[in-house]
């Protein structure tokens, strides 16, 4: 069974887009993007400095971190607590964008993520799947939107949730964190050199995932 990645920036549809299509061909869905966000929120709560390596060294060889599947669909557990909703908050997103740099981090989620490929069958999304975590992978999409839709709908999914936000502050953010994850050194957000680049922009999320489909009948036996 394959392994299919999906990269891109924050908005872009990359989560519900990933979770559909690993419905679609009975795979598995990963969320590296999540696995980030755990560390970050168990960061906050051990009031670590983000940027103190040697601290984020010894948080990963203690934490835990996995997956399961209720009612709601797939939860993140990170110490055997459900995490699912309080790793979403902004300021756990702009944490995990630090702490994702960090090279302790990075190799530890990225060992981690291996693992659970190891069998196939996966979907997995994030920023660097493609790139760094399977570069190898059978199927590549680099999912991207303008800057503006990503900011809307990420602005519409707070309202949703019941957060408290103002559009202007959410587009700048969205560009903020897309200029972060560009230019880091370690594992940058980039196009994989044999992606699939879909523009999600004015498409629904059955469209996008369809256009997968057309490119994986063709790509893969």
Not at 61 to 73: L, M, Q, T
Not at 79 to 86: A, F, I, L, P
Not at 106 to 123: D, N, P, S, T, Y
Request: with cysteine; glycine share 6%; aromatic share 4%.
């Amino acid at each position: 069974m394959a392994i299919i990645t999906i990269d891109g920036p924050a908005g872009a549809g990359k989560s519900t887009i990933s979770q559909m299509l690993a419905r679609r061909l009975n795979y598995l869905y990963l969320d590296t993007g999540a696995m980030y966000r755990a560390v970050a929120l168990q960061v906050l709560k051990e009031r670590i400095d983000p940027g103190d390596e040697k601290a984020l060294e010894r948080l990963c060889k203690e934490i835990v971190i996995s997956f399961a599947e209720d009612s709601r669909g797939q939860r993140i557990l990170c110490q055997g607590e459900d995490v699912t909703e309080k790793i979403r908050e902004p300021e756990v997103g702009w944490v995990a964008s630090t702490v994702s740099m960090k090279r302790p981090v990075r190799e530890a989620m990225v060992a981690l993520q291996r693992k659970i490929g190891e069998r196939g069958g996966l979907v997995a999304e994030g920023r660097d799947t493609g790139t760094v975590v399977f570069p190898r992978a059978e199927a590549k999409f680099f999912l991207d939107a303008d800057p503006r839709e990503r900011a809307l709908r990420r602005f519409r999914e707070l309202k949703a949730k019941g957060k408290e936000a103002r559009q202007e502050e959410v587009e700048e953010d969205v560009r903020k964190r897309d200029d972060q994850d560009s230019s880091r050194d370690l594992a940058p957000l980039k196009p994989a050199e044999d992606v699939h680049r879909i523009d999600s922009t004015g498409l629904t999320p059955e469209e996008v995932v369809e256009r997968m489909l057309d490119v994986l009948r063709r790509s893969l036996p």
